[in-house]
Structures are given as structure tokens and as C-alpha cells.
């Protein structure tokens, strides 16, 4: 990232050319159901997903698939990152730690979210932590998952007659996604069902994929992991003996300890920004809505005013009417000249 300042997240960058496994995350909110669209996409329970709000993931985790096509995925599950719920400090480590599964970078991010919950807020914040971290290049990469899809089976409604009346907040998510969207039934039993969606994801990452280039999304983070990765495969393919492996395992290890620290000392300190950003602007938003209801109370209040007087002046000239038709009835008839 190049250092603490949120100003300084566009050295995120595009890696090489990608080595054939298409790494996807999946991040939201907690209970939107990201564990149960992992383990629809891997077509099997291997992330662990109960149907309630609270938090089941409690560390970030990878898993991999190989698709009926030969495609290879690595998928990865977060604990709620971004969540407002969430500590900051957990939070920082979980994404280092996010980062180091995807070694390779990123090919997909999938943005979930729930059809059963109103698109509040938090989850607007949410996002918007998740750009200012990895920069607006991120939305290159993004795909919007909605699940509840049984939800609107049941209602006979389609995805697009969901979002008609949707908030303009999700409204403008899709359209900086270029409307990459898929709805997801996670408690389908129809393999027909599931296996149409799992296309439409994958034919929304074909396009991601396609429109970068074939590269990955990454960073410094994801370089320092993957030469440790690197340093990895040279001790163990350079015919050391086994002390010496040992003693280069143990430096490595050492090493790796402190680039950790280090790496989320940098993405703490990027978040407690962001963090203080939001804050600031949320309450400037906060202070400019009040005093907008304020103004509107005040102008209410003259303009009842206002009306209260003329409706005086209104009754008086009725009475003063009232009062000169009587005089001109009780007095003495006019004479005709």
C-alpha cells in the first residue's frame, strides 16, 4: 500500500498473467449468507452456515473446487468483514490474513447480499470501507450476489422486480458493477435450479476475468505473501539438508511474524482512517439533516403564522361585509331621481 493514508490505496495493482486457479472471497454483511453460497458454489458443506443472523465464520477460510468444466476455484469465506459489528482490531487481521489465503490475488469479489434484508446504512458504510481500503479498482472486480432467491419463488417475484423499488444506494452499487449481479437459492434441492445459477456466477466471472485482462486484483500485501510462498518452494527444492531446512524454516518463520505485525499495523491504521471518516462525514450528515428539519420546522411554523393572519384579516373583512350589508338594509330607501 506504500503507507497509512487512505489517500494512498490506488498503488493497489493488476499482478501478471494468472496461474490457472480463479480465486474467488466472499465478503458482507453477517447472516446475508456467505457460507451457504460458498457451499453452493462448491457443491458441498464445507463452509459452516446456520439459517441466523449471528456470526458462524469465525475466521477466514479457504476451500477448493474443481468444476465440472476442469475450472479450478478457490473460494474464500470472512467472518462478517467490513461488518460495523465488527472489532477493528479482528477485523485488520482477518483481512492480512484474507489476503495471505489469496496469494495469488483476487480474480472475484463477491458483494453479498440478502433479498430477506433491507439494503441499510451499515451495509452502504460497508462498502464503502471496502473501497477506501482497497481502492475504487476493486469495483472492477465485483460481483453482487442477492440470495433468498426460495423468498421470491415463493412470492412469484424475479430479482428485477426486487430491485425496482430498491434504495438508490444498491441502485448505484450495480451500476458501478455494471449490473454483475446473480440471484442465489441456497436451499434448492433442484440440481437444474442450482446448476443455472452456478453458471450465471461463473459467466459473470468469465467477464470480470475478460475485462481485466485475465489478471488477478493485487497489492503489495498479496506480493510479500506470495514471495514467502516462493522462499517456501526454493528450501524445500534446494537440496538443503535437514538442520538446514530447519534453520531456514525458522527464519522464515521469524520473518514472517514480523511482516505480519507489520502488514496489520498498516491495515489497522488504514481502517482506524477510514473509520474516522465515515464518522466525520456521517455526523456532518447527521448535523445538516437536523438542521434541515430545523429550517423546515421554522419555515412551517412562520408559514402557519402567516396563514393564521390572513385568515384574520379574512374573517374581518367578512364581519366588516357582513356589517355594512346590514347598515344599507336598516336605513332609508334610496330616491330614484
Known amino acids: 500500500m506504500g503507507g497509512s493514508g487512505v489517500d494512498e490505496v490506488d498503488d493497489w495493482e493488476l499482478t501478471g498473467p494468472t496461474t490457472g486457479v480463479t480465486t474467488l472471497v466472499l465478503v458482507g454483511r453477517t447472516g446475508n449468507g456467505k457460507s451457504a453460497t460458498g457451499n453452493s458454489i462448491l457443491g458441498r458443506k464445507a463452509f459452516k452456515s446456520r439459517s441466523r443472523s449471528g456470526a458462524v465464520t469465525q475466521t477466514s477460510e479457504l476451500q477448493h473446487v474443481e468444476m465440472n468444466d476442469g475450472r479450478q476455484l478457490n473460494v474464500i469465506d470472512t467472518p462478517g468483514l467490513f461488518d460495523p459489528t465488527v472489532n477493528p482490531d479482528f477485523l485488520g487481521k482477518e483481512i492480512v490474513k484474507c489476503i495471505d489465503l489469496a496469494k495469488d490475488g483476487l480474480h472475484g469479489v463477491l458483494f453479498v447480499l440478502s433479498v430477506r434484508n433491507r439494503f441499510t446504512a451499515e451495509e452502504a458504510a460497508a462498502l464503502e470501507s471496502l473501497q477506501m481500503l482497497f481502492g475504487e479498482k476493486i469495483l472492477n472486480f465485483m460481483v453482487v450476489i442477492f440470495t433468498g432467491g426460495d423468498e421470491l419463488e415463493e412470492n412469484l417475484e424475479t430479482l428485477e422486480d426486487y430491485l425496482h423499488e430498491s434504495p438508490l444506494e444498491l441502485q448505484e452499487l450495480l451500476r458501478q458493477c455494471n ?159
Open 179 to 337: 449490473h454483475r449481479k446473480v440471484l442465489f437459492n441456497n436451499k434448492t434441492t433442484s440440481e437444474t435450479t442450482m446448476a443455472r445459477q452456478i453458471t450465471e456466477l461463473l459467466k459473470q466471472i468469465d467477464i470480470v476475468v475478460a475485462q481485466n485482462g485475465g489478471h488477478p486484483y493485487s497489492n503489495e500485501l498479496f506480493h510479500e505473501a506470495q514471495e514467502r510462498l516462493n522462499r517456501q518452494k526454493d528450501i524445500d527444492s534446494g537440496g538443503y539438508s535437514k538442520e538446514e531446512i530447519q534453520f531456514l524454516q525458522k527464519q522464515m518463520e521469524n520473518a514472517y511474524a514480523e511482516q505480519l505485525k507489520q502488514l496489520t499495523e498498516m491495515v489497522e491504521e488504514k481502517l482506524r482512517i477510514t473509520t474516522e471518516r465515515l464518522e466525520q462525514r456521517l455526523s456532518s450528515e447527521q448535523s445538516a439533516r437536523e438542521n434541515a428539519e430545523k429550517r423546515a420546522q421554522i419555515e412551517q411554523e412562520e408559514s402557519g403564522e402567516k396563514i393564521r393572519m390572513l385568515q384574520e384579516k379574512l374573517q374581518k373583512a367578512e364581519e366588516e361585509t357582513e356589517n355594512l350589508k346590514k347598515q344599507m338594509g336598516g336605513g332609508s330607501k334610496c330616491v330614484i331621481l
